[in-house]
């Protein structure tokens, strides 16, 4: 298959090879972060195997089903191999981006703004006591970003810009 779906679902799965690779360079320095309110130094490490049970469903997806089914299968491994509260955050961040995109598997400016919104609200309601000061703080100020950004008129790029400020 080829076109935008099929060129899509590729550039999912290499985004999350390389996230992986990047994680696995980081996990160590993570893991010795004193994350409130669990300091139990294993952040990085729930992450990387909530982000390597998403890549390997992508994979598995992209090969067997197609491109279509690489966003569903991100999410449903994300979810499925999440591990601690850290793993459960990643997990729902993927879900509330993934609800957004198009039927062509396309994100646009406004679906990423929202799908920030959605994530932060899905990570709010997954944890058990939401605190202030912790990766909910930075999401929310990530969908804040896009949602300014969108509100400019910005376009993709300039709201993913916004997000990452």
């Known amino acids: 298959m080829t076109g935008p779906i099929a060129e899509d679902g590729r550039v999912v799965v290499a985004w999350l090879r390389r996230a992986v690779l990047g994680l696995e360079r980081a996990v160590d320095e993570i893991n010795t972060l004193n994350v409130f309110p669990v300091a139990d130094a294993d ?45 459960v955050i990643v997990s729902q961040i993927m879900r509330g981006l993934a609800g957004q995109l198009g039927p062509d598997a396309d994100l646009t400016a406004e679906g990423l703004a929202t799908g920030l919104r ?48």
């Open 118 to 165: 959605n994530a932060t609200d899905l990570v709010t309601t997954a944890v058990a006591e939401p605190i202030e000061g912790t990766i909910l703080s930075v999401l929310r100020a990530a969908a804040d970003g896009a949602g300014a950004a969108l509100a400019g008129g910005g376009d993709l790029a300039t709201c993913a810009r916004g997000s990452a400020d």
């Open 43 to 87: 952040t990085g490490t729930n992450m990387l195997v909530t982000l390597r049970a998403a890549a390997r469903s992508a994979e598995v997806a992209d090969r067997t089903e197609g491109p279509h089914a690489v966003a569903r299968a991100t999410v449903a491994g994300a979810v499925a191999g999440a591990r601690g509260n850290s793993g």
